[in-house]
């Protein structure tokens, strides 16, 4: 089945340990997206791919990296984490304006803890 | 600004209806999401609106008012499993989702 896949589902740090979370795409969708979710709160975007241009939120820290080395995968570096930082990370992808397809699929995430 | 607001919690009963309500100020609109988010997993689609009206998908339906900035989600014979967060979101005129909080839907039987 064609899906978003995240690994690790769980993943626990330490303070100022950075850490990678991966994504990858079985859907050949164009537009990849990294949200941070924190309890009862709504997704809140970090970053998105469009193909291979990288778009910043305004507000996202400079802690916060990612890449997209091909159409399939994207991984999110966190360079120092802190206790603020422990949320659940959402990969989504869609195929944007492409085919007018804007429905966007969610990975399962990745829940990190920072100790 | 950008806003999305719905209520943060609602309850009903098992086999009864509920209908959770969005309203929206977004620069630009590009239709209407809702999503439906178990506790610890990640949000699935249910519907997108772009055009006013209904739209029914089994017992899910969802509802569009553009000119009132408005939507609602209305789920019928409601069942155990349907207790969630339902999250309603807007495509503005960059193509990005704008999020509301989500609504926690409580069922009781």
């Known amino acids: 089945d064609a899906m978003v896949i995240q690994n690790p589902r769980y993943q626990v740090t330490q303070f100022g340990k950075p850490v990678t979370l991966s994504c990858s795409q079985t859907?050949?969708?164009?537009?990849m997206y990294w949200y941070q979710q924190k309890s009862s709160q709504a997704p809140k975007l970090l970053f998105h791919?469009?193909?291979?241009?990288?778009?910043n939120e305004a507000d996202t820290p400079d802690n916060f990296q990612s890449r997209r080395p091909n159409t399939s995968f994207c991984f999110l570096d966190i360079r120092s984490p802190g206790l603020g930082d422990a949320a659940m990370y959402l990969c989504?992808?869609?195929?944007?304006?492409?085919?007018?397809?804007?429905?966007?699929?969610f990975g399962p995430g990745t829940r990190l803890t920072v100790t | 600004g950008q806003n999305i607001d719905q209520p943060t919690e609602m309850t009903a009963t098992e086999g009864a209806i509920v209908q959770i309500n969005c309203t929206y100020q977004?620069?630009?609109?590009?239709?209407l999401f809702w999503y439906q988010q178990h506790a610890g997993e990640a949000p699935t689609f249910l519907s997108y609106?772009?055009l006013d009206g209904l739209e029914e998908k089994g017992r899910f339906s969802s509802f569009l008012s553009r000119s009132k900035g408005y939507s609602y989600l209305l789920l019928k014979e409601l069942q155990m499993k349907d207790s969630a967060s339902y999250l309603c979101?807007?495509?503005?005129?960059?193509?990005?989702?704008?999020w509301g909080a989500g609504t926690k839907l409580i069922i009781k039987p």
């Open positions: 979101a807007c495509m503005d005129s960059n193509y990005q989702l704008i």
């Open positions: 609106n772009v």
């Open positions: 989504a992808t869609s195929n944007g304006p492409r085919d007018r397809s804007y429905e966007q699929y």
């Open positions: 977004t620069s630009g609109f590009n239709g």
């Open positions: 859907l050949n969708h164009n537009v």
């Open positions: 791919y469009y193909d291979k241009d990288f778009n």
